[in-house]
């Protein structure tokens, strides 16, 4: 039960914070009813810690929780509007199935300003319904506001599960969420199933080596954080619907302690998320230096793509993390990848396996890079990197 010490000192943040309005000023000492949900938004409000939810260790009672939910991130298109991130449609195909073999409903978390209009295509990519946050406060991501946000959501609807996708933006929310509603979190999953009632959560472990099964059989909701392009995104259904829960949470802007002051994006090459990214030009050792590198950057430029790196390269400062592709790094899916001076470890396979066309250039002929490549080049990348870009120079010329 939420308790609120004596040193309350009367200011009404936490009862102007309150999503379901159960707190309540007795003279000047705020008091809460059976409304509350231990949410822990007031928590976050009161600037004395005069409110206190003891959370409590042991099992709860898992038969009151019903329902996937996936949080659908949003990220800023080029008109200035909002759109979703592609990563929400995988993770709705992939809670549908989830979904369908609990029996339950599947929900989209819609947290946003003026984002309405985007219901219906949630709701072609599974949602049978859409909870939908709509606040100024929220027009962008901040770990404060939207992590109150999902509490109250979660505590007063109670879900199985939510899922949420392995981008910054995830990794940042679910564990704030996890620890303020004090149940389990696996982050970085690959694979998702159902085991027994429970959510059988999946992910690489001891970097890349072993995978470890993780069930969080005695807490609610089960959350995880899922890699882009792992799940298999199905055909959007023309003219579905979901029915819309609109709830408005109130958000005091004195729990905000991050202020976007102005947004830089860095435009230098490379820079374009390679999980979203059509064209990859990647590069492993064999590419040596910074130079090798320059010439996989020019190749890529010609083909409107991204750059990526294997983990050696990475380990070697050729690429920052960021660029990685396998296992430890990003699972890409694009329709071109093109590996240069790539071996071909199966942790580096394992992140690009999905990609629809691959080209690989290696001197060495018994590479394993070979056995996945489409079309395979044998000899040196540097040589064989500038002949393709001039190529393709020359052809646009013609």
Not at 36 to 43: D, E, P, S, V
Not at 253 to 269: A, G, N, P, Q
Request: hydrophobic share 40%; with cysteine; glycine share 8%.
């Amino acid at each position: 039960m939420l308790t609120i010490s004596d040193e309350c000192i009367g200011c009404t943040k936490c009862v102007k914070v309150c999503p379901f309005g159960a707190l309540f000023m007795e003279g000047k000492v705020a008091k809460v009813n059976e409304s509350c949900t231990l949410c822990g938004a007031c928590l976050q409000s009161c600037s004395v810690n005069a409110i206190d939810i003891p959370r409590t260790i042991g099992t709860v009672d898992i038969s009151a929780y019903k329902g996937v939910w996936v949080f659908i991130e949003l990220l800023d298109a080029k008109d200035g509007k909002k759109q979703i991130r592609p990563i929400g449609h995988e993770l709705l195909s992939a809670g549908k199935g989830l979904a369908a073999e609990l029996k339950e409903e599947l929900c989209a978390v819609l947290i946003g300003h003026h984002v309405s209009g985007m219901i219906d295509k949630l709701a072609s990519y599974g949602a049978d319904k859409v909870y939908l946050v709509e606040n100024e406060m929220l027009q962008d991501y901040n770990t404060d506001s939207f992590s109150a946000v999902m509490c109250a959501l979660v505590s007063q609807y109670k879900p199985s599960m939510v899922l949420y996708p392995s981008t910054y933006v995830g990794r940042d929310l679910a564990p704030r969420v996890a620890t303020e509603l004090f149940t389990g979190l696996t982050a970085d999953c690959t694979g998702l199933s159902i085991k027994n009632g429970h959510l059988l959560q999946t992910r690489p472990a001891f970097g890349g080596n072993i995978m470890a099964n993780i069930l969080c059989p005695e807490k609610r909701p089960q959350m995880a954080t899922i890699r882009p392009n792992v799940m298999k995104k199905n055909p959007p259904v023309a003219g579905a619907k979901a029915v819309i829960v609109t709830v408005n949470i109130p958000i005091d802007k004195s729990i905000i302690r991050v202020k976007t002051v102005k947004k830089l994006i860095d435009e230098s090459h490379g820079i374009e998320k390679i999980d979203e990214a059509k064209v990859i030009v990647s590069g492993g050792r064999g590419m040596k230096d910074r130079n090798g590198f320059k010439l996989l950057e020019e190749l890529a430029d010609e083909l409107n793509g991204a750059v990526g790196a294997s983990r050696a390269a990475i380990d070697m400062g050729l690429k920052p993390k960021p660029h990685q592709v396998g296992q430890s790094g990003t699972t890409v899916s694009p329709t071109l990848y093109i590996a240069c001076g790539i071996s071909g470890a199966i942790q580096h396979l394992v992140g690009m396996e999905s990609s629809d066309i691959v080209i690989a250039i290696n001197k060495n002929p018994d590479a394993s890079i070979f056995n996945v490549a489409k079309y395979g080049i044998i000899g040196d990348a540097h040589a064989i990197v500038p002949r393709l870009t001039e190529a393709l120079k020359n052809r646009k010329k013609a």
